[in-house]
């Protein structure tokens, strides 16, 4: 699987905007952009998934760079359940999981 | 709708004991279907995914071992546990096939203490 680079951890006030940012300069044509959150003591949750189009659903929106070689995870308005750990991955059959990035969300 | 159910949610189980954990997926016809590990404070480890019944796939070498024996069944298992099998173990399932647009969608996960 083509490897991500993430920052290790990011913060962020509630209510504020929050971008997460994720590099995969070894992406292929084929692969998807996902990305994927874990809160404490749970299992990972979906998140948001592109190829090569902006994406938006009720969760998040997703940026992709026209080169492919980067996306970003939008969180509009950050609320503390947001806290947790996000990857983003790149998958064919099986999805690879990095170290991901951890937001801090401060009331 | 979709469901994923995995079991047992706890065990604590002696060093050199059996294990079985059970997933079933409802809903859905065909999944592929995975088993991941994460060790305390580490990332996710896939340890094995199947594309269908009988069909496993081994990431990482080690004394566990998983079986389809139905489309909507996959078991994790293992003969004698050491102590760097604890973790917390999670069942996920995907759409079928070779598509990177699948997305997978995980259980509830396990948690077990080798002591």
């Known amino acids: 699987d083509a490897k991500t680079t993430q920052p290790n951890s990011m913060e962020s006030n509630e209510e504020e905007p929050v971008h997460l940012p994720c590099n995969h300069s070894t992406i292929s044509g084929t692969d998807y952009i996902h990305w994927y959150r874990q809160l404490p003591s749970q299992g990972p949750e979906y998140v948001i998934h592109?190829?090569?189009s902006n994406v938006n659903n009720r969760m998040a929106s997703l940026a992709i760079a026209e080169d492919r070689k980067s996306s970003t995870l939008i969180l509009h308005r950050a609320t503390l359940r947001d806290a947790a750990v996000y990857y983003c991955?790149?998958?064919?059959?099986?999805?690879?999981f990095g170290k991901g990035t951890m937001l801090l969300v401060s009331p | 709708s979709q469901t994923i159910h995995q079991w047992p949610a706890t065990l604590v189980q002696p060093v050199g004991s059996p294990l079985s954990l059970e997933c079933t997926v409802e809903?859905?016809?065909?999944?592929?279907l995975y088993w991941y590990r994460q060790a305390a404070g580490r990332g996710l480890q896939l340890l094995f995914y199947?594309?269908?019944?009988?069909?496993i796939s081994s990431e990482v070498p080690q004394n566990l071992s998983a079986s389809r024996p139905q489309d909507r069944q996959f078991i994790l298992s293992s003969k004698k546990l050491l102590l760097s099998d604890s973790g917390f173990y999670l069942c996920?399932?995907?759409?079928?096939?070779?598509?990177?647009?699948?997305?997978?969608?995980f259980g509830e996960g396990s948690w077990l203490t080798v002591v």
């Open positions: 592109g190829l090569t």
């Open positions: 809903g859905t016809s065909n999944p592929n």
């Open positions: 199947s594309v269908g019944i009988g069909q």
């Open positions: 996920a399932w995907g759409g079928g096939g070779y598509y990177s647009g699948n997305t997978i969608y």
């Open positions: 991955i790149l998958g064919y059959s099986t999805l690879t």
